[in-house]
């Protein structure tokens, strides 16, 4: 069974800039999540979808950071303007259900933000 | 908030020796995770213990669940310097888990 696939892998950019990151869920699980991972600290959850509806957003700065899930499978999160403080490893996991909290992670996107 | 703190931050030990990691959160939950993360594989969960539940294994590790003092330990018996990894707990609830901001596990050869 094929895992979490996230790019790219790693990522540099200047400040105000604008940046991407992928993610395609194991085929068939109807949750996908958003993480943001500060080093040093736990993933926070950035946003988390029920097929292709936002179940919950609410730690997501709307401001700078949209994200979506077309169809229902897989997503792309966007960084429009970066700030230095933006810079961590975002993860992208899924889960086969809402309800089922066991979640596979992706190998994250690793952001500098210079 | 419902976020599970570890403890101790960072533990040191050598190999074959136990290590235990605990985890302390603040609300109600349905359910309790542990997760490794390693340069090597990632983030990967571990085990589940629900709330009605006090104590599960899988393999060479045992979870415990105290909801009354809202506190849960990961034992890691024997340990392997493969172990060596920060372990997170995510407290369940409504369907969203939220993590801990880990302990690091070293395990020396």
């Known amino acids: 069974e094929a895992g979490v696939a996230q790019s790219p892998r790693y990522k540099i950019i200047e400040k105000r800039q604008s940046v991407a990151f992928w993610c395609n869920p194991i085929?068939?699980?109807?949750?996908l999540y958003w993480y943001q991972q500060i080093l040093g600290q736990g993933p926070k959850l950035l946003i988390q979808?029920?097929?292709?509806?936002?179940?919950?957003d609410s730690q997501l700065p709307k401001d700078r950071f949209s994200a979506e899930r077309l169809k229902g499978v897989d997503s792309t999160l966007k960084i429009q303007p970066a700030k230095l403080e933006d810079s961590a490893v975002y993860l992208c996991?899924?889960?086969?259900?809402?309800?089922?909290?066991?979640?596979?992670f992706g190998p994250g996107t690793r952001l500098t933000v210079l | 908030s419902q976020q599970g703190e570890e403890d101790p931050q960072a533990l040191s030990i050598q190999e074959g020796e136990n290590a235990t990691m605990n985890c302390s959160y603040k609300t109600s939950i349905n359910n309790l995770q542990w997760y490794r993360q390693n340069s090597g594989r990632g983030l990967v969960h571990l085990i589940l213990?629900?709330?009605?539940?006090r104590e599960k294994h899988s393999g060479r590790l045992r979870v415990t669940l105290d909801t009354s003092k809202k506190s849960s330990s990961l034992l890691i018996t024997a340990s392997r310097a493969a172990d060596t990894a920060s372990y997170f707990c995510?407290?369940?609830?409504?369907?969203?888990?939220?993590f801990g901001d880990g302990t690091t596990l070293t395990v020396k050869p």
């Open positions: 979808f029920q097929n292709n509806g936002v179940v919950d």
């Open positions: 213990i629900r709330s009605n539940e």
């Open positions: 085929s068939g699980h109807a949750t």
């Open positions: 995510a407290t369940g609830y409504a369907g969203k888990s939220t």
């Open positions: 996991a899924s889960s086969l259900l809402f309800s089922s909290y066991e979640q596979f």
